[in-house]
């Protein structure tokens, strides 16, 4: 069983940076592959970004690559989201997923989620 609490949301302008994490309970962290999804008002939700359990290999959304960056802190149970020139077009509602089978931008992969940050990008 893991229990995801994800922080870091909030209002930013065009071409800002936030930093979100995803902090995460349990004992066996680093077995599970960790993602990122995010949902707009009236969008599905979709993939943003994916960690293995070892944190060496990473995956993103085309729409994201070169402006965030996923990590984990194996140490800490963490799992930071750096997002960098923020436009518009990523406001959402920021979820924080474990699973324990491959690396996946399938929200259907994913065991366990957390209850989500809002990240509004507007001047």
């Known amino acids: 069983q893991v229990q995801l609490v994800e922080s870091g949301g909030g209002l930013v302008q065009p071409g800002g940076s936030l930093r979100l994490t995803c902090a995460a309970s349990?004992?066996?962290?680093?077995?599970?592959?960790m993602a990122w999804f995010r949902q707009a008002p009236g969008k599905e939700r979709e993939f943003v970004a994916v960690?293995?359990?070892?944190?060496?290999?990473?995956n993103y959304a085309g729409s994201v690559r070169g402006r965030f960056t996923i990590s984990r802190d194996n140490a800490k149970n963490t799992v930071p989201l750096q997002m960098n020139s923020l436009k518009p077009e990523d406001t959402a509602v920021y979820y924080c997923?474990?699973?324990?089978?491959?690396?996946?931008?399938?929200?259907?992969?994913?065991?366990?989620w957390g209850q989500g940050t809002q990240v509004t990008v507007s001047s």
């Open positions: 349990g004992r066996t962290f680093s077995t599970y592959v």
């Open positions: 997923a474990a699973g324990l089978g491959a690396m996946s931008v399938s929200g259907t992969a994913y065991q366990y």
């Open positions: 960690i293995n359990g070892a944190g060496d290999v990473a």
